[in-house]
T-cell receptor, first 114, second 109 residues
Framework: EPEVTQTPSHQVTQMGQEVILRCVPI?????FYWYRQILGQKVEFLVS????????KSEIFDDQFSVERPDGSNFTLKIRSTKLEDSAMYFC????????????FGEGSRLTVL | AQRVTQPEKLLSVFKGAPVELKCNYS??????LFWYVQYSRQRLQLLLR??SRESIKGFTADLNKGETSFHLKKPFAQEEDSAMYYC???????????FGKGTKLSVIP
């Protein structure tokens, strides 16, 4: 069964460093998402991406964040200058867009900012 | 603003007992409601959505607009139901999901 894959599974970085989290969505899916979950808190929406552009983004997704689909398969989340409060589990998800609300999630990338 | 509240952090029931996981929401329009589940060491996955009116793994959920609730129910809990359950909401025309904090269901053998 096809799955969303994410790399790395865990990344430790110093405050102020740039981080890129990578995701390979399911191949026939058209909508891509990033969510994050700070330890002990809710899963929060960051951004959705369709047709090579951002379709929605939350207040969390400020200028420090960016997404792109550089090669038609990978979907990346970049954090330009990490802060301590960016420490979280970041989940990538994808969907066909046909079954509303049915998102297929990756296993997550744990980001630790020191 | 849309909000999802799951009042119970942890719910423990005995095998064979009924289960009800509570979910209340706040949204000004007509929401789409979902339940997602995360089993131990597995990824988050969709369990059911209100629009489908389906029963999955014996679970059902009814949208009550008057009480703004979408409680998840199962008449007889099984050990394999032990997991983290998240209620989620999406507003009209949006693919953004707003999640609750989740309820950890523990089914005692």
């Amino acid at each position: 069964e096809p799955e969303v894959t994410q790399t790395p599974s865990h990344q430790v970085t110093q405050m102020g460093q740039e981080v890129i989290l990578r995701c390979v969505p399911i191949s026939n899916h058209l909508y891509f998402y990033w969510y994050r979950q700070i330890l002990g808190q809710k899963v929060e929406f960051l951004v959705s991406f369709y047709n090579n552009e951002i379709s929605e983004k939350s207040e969390i997704f400020d200028d420090q964040f960016s997404v792109e689909r550089p090669d038609g398969s990978n979907f990346t989340l970049k954090i330009r200058s990490t802060k301590l409060e960016d420490s979280a589990m970041y989940f990538c998800a994808s969907s066909t867009g046909l079954a509303f609300g049915e998102l297929f999630f990756g296993e997550g990338s744990r980001l630790t900012v020191l | 603003a849309q909000r999802v509240t799951q009042p119970e952090k942890l719910l423990s029931v005995f095998k064979g007992a009924p289960v009800e996981l509570k979910c209340n929401y706040s949204y000004s329009g007509s929401p789409e409601l979902f339940w997602y589940v995360q089993y131990s060491r597995q990824r988050l996955q969709l369990l059911l959505r209100h629009i489908s009116r389906e029963s999955i793994k014996g679970f059902t959920a009814d949208l009550n607009k008057g009480e703004t609730s979408f409680h998840l129910k199962k008449p007889f809990a099984q050990e394999e139901d032990s997991a983290m359950y998240y209620c989620a909401l999406s507003g009209a025309g949006s693919y953004q999901l707003t999640f609750g904090k989740g309820t950890k269901l523990s089914v005692i053998p």
